[in-house]
């Protein structure tokens, strides 16, 4: 069964950036959607952002809007999330999520149930 593996997270003050990155063995992802979700301390699981395969649209959640990129590195099968301005509430466990029954539609709505397979997440913690 294909893994999913997520790396990049880490301490960063506010106002900071990083980059997460999500590889899998055996899938290439270029050929399913892949999203983006995290999961802070007491919290429900939200998604952050999500790339269709269809057409490489893509879904931000309105508090990252303007502020994290998501985008893909064909040549090394991965997906990139640039996060940029990092406030203390984006501090949370960063989970790469992959679509390979390609459900998802577009518009995408980045909705948690449309993803089947599931890294094992990478803290961010934002804080000075």
């Known amino acids: 069964q294909a893994q999913v593996v997520e790396s990049g997270g880490g301490l960063v003050q506010p106002g900071g950036s990083l980059t997460l990155s999500c590889s899998a063995s055996t899938l290439t992802l270029n050929s399913y959607s892949v999203g983006w979700f995290r999961q802070a301390p007491g919290k429900e699981r939200e998604a952050v952002s999500c790339?269709?395969?269809?057409?490489?649209?893509?879904y931000y959640a309105d508090s990252v809007k303007g502020r994290f990129a998501v985008s893909r590195d064909n040549a090394k099968n991965t997906v990139h999330l640039q996060l940029n301005s990092l406030r203390p509430e984006d501090t949370a466990v960063y989970y790469c999520a992959v679509d390979t029954w390609r459900v998802t539609t577009v518009p995408l709505m980045c909705r948690r149930g449309e993803y089947d397979r599931w890294g094992q997440g990478t803290q961010v913690i934002v804080s000075s």
């Open positions: 790339i269709s395969w269809r057409d490489s649209s893509t």
